[in-house]
């Protein structure tokens, strides 16, 4: 990569980085435990980077944790989520794909560890003719 954007990147927790690498596999994404510590995890999709740390005690149920990635095509990522077959109740769940009445078309992931990931695009305005 010749130049660099600036990101912000979230760091979530998670019971155990071994189910979670298999987890965020299945949704397309690439990577798994550090070589510096096998208690810390990073996962790239394409420009999407996530970070795991490990919390043996978390609770799924009781988690508070997430995080919003915006991309350019929504679709493309629903669809390969889609692929996994997740349940749309419980934990892990998808959300359907909507579009939200704040201008976004978004989607929901949460993980087996109660993480919320919401995935959207902005919707672009018609252009009238």
Known sequence: ???????????????????????????????????FSQDYAIFNRGTIEVHFFTHAELVPAQSWAGCYIRVGDVRNLYQACLAA?????????MHPLEEKPWGLRE???VDPDGNLLRIGEVIQPEIAP
């Open 1 to 35: 990569m010749s130049h660099h954007t600036d990101s912000a990147i979230p760091i979530l927790p998670c019971r155990s980085i071994s189910a979670t690498t298999g987890f965020y596999k299945q949704l397309g994404f690439e990577g798994g435990a550090h070589e």
């Open 85 to 93: 077959g997740l349940p749309d109740s419980g934990i892990p769940r």
């Open 107 to 109: 989607f929901a992931i």
